[in-house]
C-alpha cells in the first residue's frame, strides 16, 4: 500500500482523545458480575447510552445476521489480536444459535500499523460490496485455519482473490474516506473505553476480552431476559 508508516501512525495516534484516559480508568473493574469460559471474571462496565447510540451510525460498520434482530452485538476487534481470531472463529455458530442477534464488526486496529493497513483495506472493500463482501474478507483473514500477521499486502491478496479489483481497493485504501471511517471507529472505541481487543458492546455495557462462546450466549440471554448482561437471580 503506499501509504506511509508516518501516516498511519499519526493517522491512529490522532484518533484517539484525551476523554479516553478516564474511561478507560472506569472499565477495569465489573459492573456486573460476569465469567468468562476459563472461570476468571471479564472486566465490564456501563456506557453512556448516548455514546453507545454513536455505534450504529458509524460509516464501515460490517454487519452479520438479519436486520430485524431484538438483539444488537458489537464487536470491536483488531486484525492481528489472536483473541479476535478466536473469536471470529464462533462468530457463525452464534449467529446461527440465535436468530434473534445482530453482530456489527467495528474495527479498533490499536495494536499495530499492520492492523490499521488491513482495516483500510476492509473498509474500501466495504465501500466496495458492503457487508457481505467485508464478512468474507473478514473471514479470509481471521477464520479458521488463518495464522500469521494480517497487513495491507495480505489484506489486500485476500480481496484480490474474493475477486475484488486490487489495484481499486488499494486506491479506496487510501482515500479520505476510509481514512475519516477508521479514525471516527478508532475514536469511538477510544471514548467507550475499549482498549481491549476484542470488546463487546451489548445496550449500554461493555465488556473488555473475549469471555469464550459459552460466556458470550450466556450474556446474550441475559440481555434478551432482562435487558442486562447478568440477570438478578
Partial sequence: MSLSRRTLLVASLAAVPALATKARAQAEGQWRAVTGDNGQPIPNTRLPGELASEIGRLRGVTWLGKREASVTLYEFFDYNCPWCRAAARDLDDLVKASPD???????????????????????????????????????????????????????????????????????????????????????LAANLGLHATPSYVVGTSALLGYPGPKSLARVLSNVAECDEIACAS
Fill in 101 to 187: 442477534l445482530r453482530i456489527g464488526l467495528v474495527n479498533n486496529p490499536i495494536l499495530s500499523v499492520q492492523s490499521a493497513q488491513a482495516a483500510k483495506v476492509a473498509l474500501a472493500v466495504q465501500r466496495a460490496g458492503g457487508s457481505a463482501a467485508t464478512a468474507k474478507l473478514y473471514a479470509a483473514l481471521l477464520g479458521p485455519g488463518t495464522t500469521g500477521r494480517n497487513d495491507g499486502p495480505r489484506a489486500l491478496e485476500a480481496a484480490s482473490r474474493l475477486g475484488h479489483d486490487r489495484a481499486a481497493i488499494e486506491q479506496a485504501a487510501d482515500s479520505d474516506e476510509v481514512r475519516e471511517a477508521l479514525k471516527s471507529q478508532m475514536s
